[in-house]
């Protein structure tokens, strides 16, 4: 198991791409701390999994733009693991409007939840890292971050930003033993781009080469190679799971 021994906190783990990571973290052996927001109760369902397959899971509440929320969420981790060696940013939303039409509060939400939240985690569950002298950062940006998409310019830009940050704590972080990447996943099938209109769909799709969208699971593994042993030289990447989207 590549990830035994380990305790992982993901957020934005009650569907979607944070799901598959927590599952798939759990069953190489990682303690789960998975965090929902206004989907507790997915949160509860993927901990309750993890545990019937024999693995350590908790779940919790936690607003990814409230500080005080993530603080809980590490001294519940430490309470019940004794350290954090994985953290994975993956809550995200999107508000899409073209830029003529798109308010400010659209913009703002997004940057909120998208970067200042994986800025706050960064900052405090990055910091006991850096107190261990060890640990992993995983942070969820997307394609549109390095090739941009219409109707997307809050989305696109707190990806880009994500991708600034993964940067910038992988240099900070690195004298302590921290490594931070990023995963740019393309056309993935969760609830985000379920609802997109199918025209967009078909859009999206033909941009993909492999012809078919991804599966969180596929994202999910290349989380877990890049928590794992085998990533121990890697870090401030951005790695593209796209089906060649982006090459
Ligand atoms: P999803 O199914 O819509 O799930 C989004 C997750 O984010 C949910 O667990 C949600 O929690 C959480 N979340 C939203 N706002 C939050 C907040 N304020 N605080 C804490 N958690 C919050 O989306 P997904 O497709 O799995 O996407 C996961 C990540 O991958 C996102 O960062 C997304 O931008 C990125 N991504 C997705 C695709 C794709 O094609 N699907 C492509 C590229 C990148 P609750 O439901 O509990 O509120």
Request: charged share 20%; glycine share 12%.
């Amino acid at each position: 198991m590549k990830l035994a021994g380990r305790v992982a906190i993901i957020t934005g783990a009650s569907k979607g791409i944070g799901r598959a990571v927590a599952l798939a973290m759990a069953s190489e052996g990682a303690g789960v701390i998975a965090l929902g927001n206004t989907d507790v109760a997915g949160a509860e369902d993927v901990a309750r999994r993890i545990v019937e397959g024999g693995g350590q899971a908790l779940a919790m509440k936690a607003d990814v733009r409230n500080a005080d929320e993530i603080q809980a969420v590490l001294r519940a981790a430490l309470e019940r693991f004794g350290s954090v060696d994985i953290l994975v940013n993956n809550a995200g939303i999107t508000r899409d409007n073209f830029i003529f039409r798109m308010t400010e509060d659209e913009w703002l939400e997004v940057m909120d939840v998208n970067l200042k939240g994986a800025f706050l985690t960064t900052k405090i569950i990055g910091h006991q890292m850096f107190r261990q002298r060890a640990g992993r950062i995983i942070n969820i940006s997307s394609v549109v971050g390095l090739r941009g998409n219409p109707g997307q310019a809050n989305y696109s830009s707190s990806k880009a930003g994500i991708i600034g940050l993964t940067k910038t704590a992988a240099r900070e972080f690195a004298g302590r033993g921290v490594t931070v990447n990023a995963i740019a996943p393309g056309f993935i099938a969760t609830q985000m781009t379920e609802r997109l209109p199918e025209a967009s769909k078909t859009a999206l799709l033909s941009l993909v080469p492999l012809g078919r969208p991804g599966t969180p699971e596929e994202v999910a593994r290349v989380a877990v190679f890049l928590a794992s042993d085998d990533a121990s030289y890697i870090t401030g990447q951005v790695i593209c799971v796209d089906g060649g989207m982006t090459m």
